[in-house]
């Protein structure tokens, strides 16, 4: 991790494209402005964390849901959940 000292209205560059500028600094915080460009999306880290776990519990969703298809699809069991009975 790279640790830099900043003070109001000094910024960091990152790459080309980005810059991050102290705006405020008080009593246990600091304001940051950030100018990127519109495609790279900037959270702050709770919301982002949030937006991971969230993604985890679609996919895990997803493949439950694939796999009950599947089970539908081959004929294996009738939606309420009953298998099919060999005729």
């Known amino acids: 991790m790279l640790v830099l000292t900043r003070r109001r209205?000094?910024?960091v560059?990152?790459?080309s494209t980005?810059?991050?500028r102290v705006l405020e600094v008080g009593n246990?915080?600091?304001r940051?402005?950030?100018s990127a460009p519109?495609?790279?999306s900037i959270y702050r880290?709770?919301?982002y964390r949030r937006i991971q776990e969230e993604n985890?519990?679609?996919r895990e969703v997803s493949r439950e849901t694939a796999e009950r298809a599947s089970v539908l699809l081959s004929g294996q069991a009738e939606p309420d959940g009953e298998a099919l009975q060999a005729p």
């Open 9 to 11: 209205d000094q910024s």
């Open 13 to 15: 560059r990152i790459g």
């Open 18 to 20: 980005i810059e991050v």
């Open 28 to 30: 246990g915080y600091v």
């Open 32 to 34: 940051l402005g950030i």
């Open 38 to 40: 519109r495609h790279i």
């Open 45 to 47: 880290d709770e919301v």
């Open 56 to 58: 985890r519990e679609a």
